[in-house]
Nanobody
Framework: VQLQASGGGLVQAGDSLRLSCAASGRTFSRYAMGWFRRAPGKEREFVAAISRSGGYTNYIDSVKGRFTVSRDNAKNTVYLQMNSLKPEDTALYYC???????????????????WGQGTQVTVSS
């Protein structure tokens, strides 16, 4: 599976962005998908995940109520809608795919099999 993330940019605090991650292949619906980010000088952290069917989602506490993860299996794409952005959301955002055998999500980066190249999100104050 190859993943291509897009949609990042430079915005002001309070603005919104929608990240997209397009996957190659015909088995996208078999993968749970996750979003991670790495801020300058910090370790990569989990942001959000969505199960194969889209029925289950999981978020880090700092983005709950502001970010929404969704997927369109017909388009082989997962999205991260980011509202009310804050300067602390500034990071390189990565999407990842987990060859999942059940309809669940998880937060551990080590459990993901494929990674995209990242898209930069910069939020100015």
């Amino acid at each position: 599976v190859q993943l291509q993330a897009s949609g990042g940019g430079l915005v002001q605090a309070g603005d919104s962005l929608r990240l997209s991650c397009a996957a190659s292949g015909r088995t996208f619906s078999r993968y749970a998908m996750g979003w991670f980010r790495r801020a300058p000088g910090k370790e990569r952290e989990f942001v959000a995940a969505i199960s194969r069917s889209g029925g289950y989602t999981n978020y880090i506490d700092s983005v709950k109520g502001r970010f929404t993860v969704s997927r369109d299996n017909a388009k082989n794409t997962v999205y991260l809608q980011m509202n009310s952005l804050k300067p602390e959301d500034t990071a390189l955002y990565y999407c990842a795919a987990d060859r999942s055998y059940d309809d669940s999500t998880h937060r551990s980066a080590g459990g993901y099999d494929y990674w995209g190249q990242g898209t930069q999100v910069t939020v100015s104050s």
